[in-house]
Antibody
Framework: QVQLQESGPGLVKPSETLSLTCTVS????????WSWIRQPPGKGLEWIGY???????NYNPSLKSRVNISVDTSKNEFSLKLSSVTAADTAVYYC??????????WGQGTLVTVSS | EVLLTQSPGTLSLSPGERATLSCRAS???????LAWYQKRPGQAPRLLFY???NRAAGIPDRFSGSGSGTDFTLTISRLEAEDFALYYC?????????FGQGTKVEIK
């Protein structure tokens, strides 16, 4: 069965770029949509965006100006870059397989803290 | 953006009781494009239902999903110990996809 694992720095300085990678195992990244979702401490879940294995993507308008999601089919992974981060970007970041709009499965999540 | 409001915020029940969780949308969700997830502490969210009532693989039949338009419901017929958790609804009928704020089902 497909499993996802997020990786990347747990601490990012304000104004810098947050970079995370999601490695997909147990199945191919090809043929599917893949997504990033985040949850700030004590707050709800927020969909960040998705990417198709071909590279086409769609982002949440609230983050669109700062987000880039890319895919590397040769490594079976996809990545998130969020620029100009502030403390408001502190959150647990999840990657997930986006089926028809729902998410299944999810990675375990990784906490990214924005602080100097 | 479609706003999803889940109620109640917290549901205090005993094992064996019935749980009814509500998810109300600020506008009609097309094609019943609504999903439910369960979140236990320290675990990844787990898909329960998609397209309102399609049960995900491995989800027990004590869970059921229903609704249409703007009102959706997740029902757990008889609570078991592992069901005490957080539950989120999510719509994907309109972009951006959005989530409700969650309902916590806790042991009374």
């Amino acid at each position: 069965q497909v499993q996802l694992q997020e990786s990347g720095p747990g601490l990012v300085k304000p104004s810098e770029t947050l970079s995370l990678t999601c490695t997909v195992s147990g199945g191919s990244i090809s043929g599917y949509y893949w997504s990033w979702i985040r949850q700030p401490p004590g707050k709800g879940l927020e969909w960040i965006g998705y990417i198709y294995y071909t590279g086409s993507s769609n982002y949440n308008p609230s983050l669109k100006s700062r987000v880039n999601i890319s895919v590397d089919t040769s490594k079976n992974e996809f990545s998130l870059k969020l620029s100009s981060v502030t403390a408001a970007d502190t959150a647990v970041y999840y990657c997930a397989k986006a089926m028809g709009g729902w998410f299944d499965p999810w990675g375990q999540g990784t906490l990214v803290t924005v602080s100097s | 953006e479609v706003l999803l409001t889940q109620s109640p915020g917290t549901l205090s029940l005993s094992p064996g009781e019935r749980a009814t969780l509500s998810c109300r949308a600020s506008q009609t969700i097309s094609n019943r494009y609504l999903a439910w997830y369960q979140k236990r502490p320290g675990q990844a969210p787990r898909l329960l239902f998609y397209d309102t009532f399609n049960r995900a693989a491995g989800i027990p039949d004590r869970f059921s999903g229903s609704g249409s338009g703007t009102d959706f419901t997740l029902t757990i017929s008889r609570l078991e110990a592992e069901d005490f958790a957080l539950y989120y609804c999510q719509q994907y009928g309109n972009s951006p996809w959005t989530f409700g704020q969650g309902t916590k089902v806790e042991i009374k």
